[in-house]
DNA sequence: TTGAAAGCGATACCAC
DNA sequence: GTGGTATCGCTTTCAA
C-alpha cells in the first residue's frame, strides 16, 4: 500500500542506492546483458528485490533530478475531432517506438485553457510540445518557445519565431479539388467555408481562387463563408443551395467534413441528389463519402505522414540537431476518387 | 532561457521562499483579493517579480515534495475511436472545471504498453487513473489499485477488488435493439457480432438471445461471429448477407458501427436496400445513420454521462468518500430513432 | 564495481 | 505575516 522507494529496494539487497539507479536505468545491450557496471549477480538479485517488493521509479523525481522525463506533450485544439484524434494515435505509436511516452491535451480552442495546458505540460519537464494551436495561442506558445521547450506546430500556421512547423499544403489542396471539377466539365463551381479565418481554411480558398483565374472563370468565384458550427451556419446551408438551384450552380467545394455534413442535410431537405443536381468535392474522411454510389471525390491529410513527421521534427530539435530547413515540412493532400472500403483507393492529381 | 525557480523570484522580491510559495499557490478569493496569510502589497510584488522573471512552477517538484499533483491520466484503448475520443473531451472538460489537468494516453489494445502506461501515469503521480481496459489489463490495474490509485473502469469490465466502475448496460441495449425489432413486426432478426470476447459485446449478444426467447423466437436466434477488423471479416459479411436474402432473414443487428460499415458495404455489394430488403438497429453514431431516409435506428452510449459520471467517482476515490455503493455505475444506452442533424432526436424504450 | 553525499525545486512545519 | 530549513525520491559526480 505504502509506496516503495529506491532506498527500501537497496536496504533489502543488501546494495548502495546508486547500484538500483544503475540497474533499473540499465537498457539492454545486444547480448541480452545489462549494459551497466553493475555485477550481473547484483544486478539480478536488485531486479528480483525490485520485482518483488513492486517497486516504480518516481518520474517526478527522476525528472526533477535530471531535468529530462522522456516524455513529450501533444496538445491539439479538439480531441473528439477524428482528424486529430487520428493523428494522436499514429503520434503516439511513433514515439512509443522511440521511447518516449506521450501525453495529450485538448485546448477546445479556447486560449486560455491552452496556455494552462503549456504551463502544466512544462511543470511536468516534457522535453518538447507538439501543438495544432487555436486562435490567439501565440503568447503561451512564443513563452514555451523562451524558457527552451521545442515546440513544433502541426495543422495551422502562427506567427512566430523558432517553432518547428508540418504544415499541409492546403493552396494546393484547393486548387487540386477545383482543377478537377475542371477537368469534369463544370464552369460555376462554388465553395462554401467558415468566416473562421485560420490559415488552413483561407489558404483552401485562396487555391480554389486560384485555379479558378487561371482557367478564366475569375467572375464565377462565389466563396460563402458561415458562422462555425451554429444550427444558423445549418439552415444558411440550405439557403445556399435553394438559391444556388436558381443560379443554375453546377459543383461546389465543402473545405470541412462538418461542411458537407450540412451540405448532405441541404440536399436532403430540398430534394436534391449527387451527382443528378450537383457535384462535390469534399474534405476530410467520413463514412458518407466511400458508401455513396459512385464515391464522392474527397480531399484527405495525410495524418499518419503528419504523426510521423512532427515527431522525427520534434526529436531533432529536442537533440538539438535540426538544420534550419529541417524546421518546415510541408506535405501535399491527396485527392480520392474512389477505394470503399476494402478496395484500393484511387488518387488523383489535378 | 534558463529556468526561473522560486528562489530567484523570492531573491528579487526581497522575501523568503515560503512567502512565494504562499502566493503563488493562493486562489482567488471572492472579494478579489488573495486569500492567503500575506500582506496584499507584498502579495502584489511577488506576482510582479515572478510575471517579469517568467517564473513557472516546477510540478515535478511541487508533486515530488507533495504528493499531489491535481492531474488524472485517461487510458483508453484506442484514442482514433470517436467514441473513445468523445468521451475523453467530455472527461477533460468536466475535470478541468474541478481544477483537475488530465493527461490521455492510448494503450493500442496493446496490454504491455497498458502497463507501462500505468507506470509512467502512476511514475507522474497522477492522483487517478480512468482506464477502459484492454484484454490482460487485469495485472498492471490490479498493481495500481494496489500502490493506492483510484481506478475507474470505463466501456468493458475486469474482474478484480477495488476498482470503481462505470458502465453501460449491454444487455439492456442488446434487448432493447431486439425488442424494437420484433414490434415493427419481424421475426427473423440475426445479429453479426465477433468472436472476441469482450463484455460490451457478449452482453449485447445475451440481450439478443433473452428478448428473442421471451418473444417465443428461441429457435431464429442466430449469432454470426466474426474475425476482428480483418479484410477477411468484411468479406465474410458480404456472404452472410448472400445467405441471408436466401434464409428469407428479414432483420439484423449490427452491435458496432463497424460491424454496421461492412454490412453497408455488402449491401452495396449485393445490390440490396436499406429498408427494403432488411430492416437494421446499428451501434453507436455514424454520419450514415442520420443521412439514410428513413434514419437507421442506431443504439448510443451515454457519452457525455460516461465522461462526467466517471471523473466524479474518481474524484470520490481520491478524496476517499466513496460509499461502496457509489463504485458501480450502471448507465442505459438509448435506442435513436430519427433527429438526423439539426432536429432532435427521438428516443424510445423497447 | 560499489557507495557516500550533494543537490534538483518545491512544500510544510515550526519558530519568530 | 514572515522566514529558516528539513525533506520528497531520484540521479549524478567523485572517491574508494
Do not use: W
Not at 8 to 28: Q, Y
Not at 61 to 71: D, E, I, N, P, T
Not at 230 to 249: L, M, N, P, W, Y
Amino acid at each position: 500500500m505504502k509506496k516503495v522507494t529506491i532506498r527500501d529496494v537497496a536496504r533489502e539487497a543488501g546494495v548502495s542506492v546508486t547500484l538500483v539507479s544503475f540497474v533499473m536505468n540499465a537498457k539492454m545491450g545486444k547480448d541480452g546483458r545489462l549494459d551497466c557496471p553493475v555485477n550481473p549477480g547484483t544486478a539480478a538479485r536488485v531486479l528480483e528485490v525490485a520485482k518483488r517488493l513492486g517497486y516504480r521509479r518516481n518520474n517526478a523525481a527522476a525528472s526533477l533530478r535530471s531535468g529530462k522525463s522522456h516524455s513529450i506533450a501533444v496538445i491539439v485544439s479538439d480531441i473528439a475531432n477524428p482528424f486529430f484524434a487520428e493523428i494522436c494515435r499514429n503520434l503516439e505509436n511513433i514515439a512509443y517506438k522511440a521511447g518516449y511516452t506521450v501525453i495529450f491535451a485538448s485546448s477546445e480552442e479556447n486560449p486560455t485553457k491552452l496556455e494552462h495546458l503549456v504551463d502544466t505540460m512544462v511543470g511536468f519537464n516534457v522535453e518538447g510540445l507538439i501543438v495544432a494551436p487555436c486562435l490567439g495561442a501565440e503568447g503561451a506558445l512564443s513563452r514555451a518557445i523562451n524558457v527552451g521547450i521545442p515546440t513544433v506546430l502541426i495543422d495551422r500556421d502562427i506567427p512566430g519565431e523558432g517553432f518547428g512547423r508540418v504544415l499541409v499544403d492546403n493552396v494546393d489542396a484547393g486548387i487540386m479539388a477545383t482543377k478537377y471539377l475542371i477537368h469534369q466539365g463544370f464552369g460555376k463551381i462554388e465553395m462554401i467555408s467558415y468566416k473562421l479565418g485560420v490559415t488552413s481554411l483561407t489558404d483552401r480558398e485562396l487555391g480554389y481562387s486560384k485555379a479558378m483565374e487561371e482557367a478564366g472563370l475569375k467572375d464565377d468565384v462565389m466563396i460563402h463563408r458561415i458562422d462555425y458550427e451554429t444550427e444558423a451556419a445549418r439552415k444558411c446551408t440550405i439557403e445556399i443551395f435553394r438559391d444556388a438551384a436558381k443560379r443554375g450552380s453546377e459543383a461546389f467545394i465543402l473545405p470541412t467534413k462538418k461542411l458537407a455534413m450540412y451540405s448532405f442535410n441541404a440536399l436532403n431537405v430540398l430534394g436534391f441528389n449527387l451527382p443528378k443536381d450537383f457535384s462535390f468535392v469534399c474534405f476530410d474522411e467520413s463514412d458518407i463519402y466511400d458508401l455513396k454510389k459512385p464515391v464522392i471525390p474527397h480531399v484527405v491529410q495525410p495524418l499518419e505522414e503528419i504523426g510521423e513527421k512532427s515527431f522525427n521534427l520534434l526529436q531533432k530539435l529536442i537533440e538539438e540537431q535540426a538544420s534550419q530547413e529541417d524546421k518546415v515540412v510541408s506535405l501535399k493532400a491527396k485527392l480520392v476518387l474512389g477505394g470503399h472500403f476494402g478496395a484500393e483507393p484511387i488518387e488523383a492529381s489535378f
